[in-house]
């Protein structure tokens, strides 16, 4: 992959002096630990949706974990990190690669070491999970390097986080159980899931409208207004659940179904509260709706465990 280099011209950056051994906890807080919880949540659903015992099994859920916080999303992080160290150092320049607490091409380097090891694990686990894998890192190269840069683009790059963050480990946890590819219904929940957390990925983006439509950022705030913004994002992640409830209904699931109903009602009641201040409560949406939302993910999964265990 091609990479694009530009001068840094902010007197407090020396990201060029290679001489100096970049920190320990530089290195650790470039692969920002506090976003490993989502995708191995989602890996956990995926475990809860295959219907398989996880007896024997413990040292590759464990591996899968591993893959899925530690090495992907870590790896996804230090990728934007690299890509966004010119506009932080405007904004941020105290993060480690602008403040050249990661000196050099370092945090270049551990993004490409932080990938190959993700291949490597990945390729032990399974080759249906190599694959996912693959398809997961070139999604974060994608949403960060130039030209395709899909952050810049609220409609794609939340797509791409979204995917990224809930499907993919979401299959690639049912594959780990299965050994192989997962069946249909955890594909289905795992792209529903997906498609909602694509407003979920909405909610980062009010915190920096300004700034995003000074560096050219086209978010959906930016590019709809923050009101008409947040009511897509209420709508983006309300309908894919409202559909999860039907299918478990269709599949003969009414008690967990009747969970995440009610789960989705309690959601209603904070967006309400959330279409009042959009900008200042989304923070709070963040942390509230959004857990409802998730602890649904794994209501889902397991409702469906059994269906699947049972044609297996």
Known sequence: MPITEAPITTAKVNVESAAARPAMPAALEVLHPITWFAPMWAFGCGIASSGQSAAGKWAMIAAGVVLAGPLLTATSQVVNDWYDRHVDAINEPNRPIPSGRLPGRTGFYLALGWSAASLALAAAIGTFVFFAAAAGLVLAWLYS???????????????????????????????????????????????????????????????????????????????????????????????????VIALLLGWGRPVHACVVVALLLAQFVLMARWLQEPRARAPWYNATGTTLYVIGMLVSAFAVGPLVGATQ
């Open 145 to 243: 390097a130039p030209p395709v840069r899909l952050k810049q683009n609220g409609w794609w790059g939340n797509a791409a986080v979204g995917g990224c963050y809930e499907g993919l480990p979401w299959i690639t946890g049912a594959a780990v159980m299965a050994g192989g590819v997962p069946d249909w219904r955890v594909f289905v929940l795992a792209f529903l899931y997906s498609a909602g957390a694509h407003g979920i990925m909405t909610l980062n983006d009010f915190k920096s409208v300004e700034g995003d439509r000074e560096m050219g950022v086209a978010s959906l705030p930016v590019q709809l207004g923050v009101e008409r913004a947040a009511k897509l994002a209420c709508v983006v992640m309300a309908v894919p659940q409202g559909i």
